[in-house]
């Protein structure tokens, strides 16, 4: 019973692709995320959405763009990829968003362009 | 966010008690503490969070100085699968956040 999945959990794709990325969340929260590892490890929001509506938006290039068709789901797609867009993208969720949260957090996407 | 600092890296033999530090000396009234830690590849993993008072779970304890400048998270009895990237973070409590996780502590669990 995977509370937060992500699919697919490898992507290798060439510069220049558009490619999706999805997650689903069984937990019944109202909030979810999309997170950025990078190679030194460290871990940026780059978008929230609460209910279907975006609440946290960094500043992230428009070529990514996520969508959420329900409470459950929030995908990332990603327009023209490029060789910086490497990284690991984990998606989480959590019931409501103040500082009091907890947040969970899916397996990670791990994202290689060539 | 107030920014928090923690040590790179820390060593614990398997069976004892992990103490792992997080100065946090610009926290805020509203700010809680939170604990998070990542296992090699996972997705990052909650383990406690507090905002004034020491609080403790089936997971760690969160012993939170009284000026709130610093705190340590306690693994009891660590073991082997304790071996993790141990983030602080410190969040208000109203409105949106934006969680920023740091380069944590590298915990390592010794036989």
């Known amino acids: 019973d995977t509370a937060v999945s992500q699919t697919p959990k490898y992507l290798v794709t060439q510069m220049g692709n558009d490619k999706s990325i999805k997650c689903e969340q069984n937990?019944?929260?109202?909030?979810m995320y999309w997170y950025k590892q990078d190679s030194k490890k460290f871990l940026k929001i780059m978008f929230s959405y609460n209910n279907k509506e975006l609440i946290i938006n960094e500043t992230v290039p428009n070529r990514f763009s996520p969508k959420s068709p329900d409470k459950a789901h929030l995908n990332l797609h990603i327009n023209s990829l490029e060789l910086g867009d490497s990284a690991v993208y984990f998606c989480?969720?959590?019931?409501?968003?103040?500082?009091?949260?907890?947040?969970?957090f899916g397996p990670g996407t791990r994202l290689l362009v060539l | 966010d107030a920014k928090t600092t923690q040590p790179p890296s820390m060593d614990c033999a398997e069976g004892r008690a992990a103490n792992l530090p997080c100065n946090h000396s610009t926290i805020s009234g509203n700010e809680y503490v939170y604990w998070y830690r990542q296992i090699h590849s996972q997705g990052p993993q909650y383990i406690i969070h507090?905002?004034?008072n020491n609080e403790t779970n089936e997971m760690a304890s969160l012993i939170i100085t009284e000026d709130r400048k610093s705190s340590t998270l306690i693994l009891p009895h660590a073991t082997l699968r304790d071996t993790a990237v141990y983030y602080c973070?410190?969040?208000?409590?109203?409105?949106?956040?934006?969680?920023?996780f740091g380069a944590g502590t590298r915990l390592f669990v010794k036989a």
């Open positions: 973070i410190v969040r208000a409590n109203t409105g949106g956040f934006k969680t920023i």
């Open positions: 507090g905002l004034k």
């Open positions: 937990l019944g929260h109202d909030t």
């Open positions: 989480a969720s959590s019931q409501g968003y103040s500082g009091i949260t907890t947040q969970y």
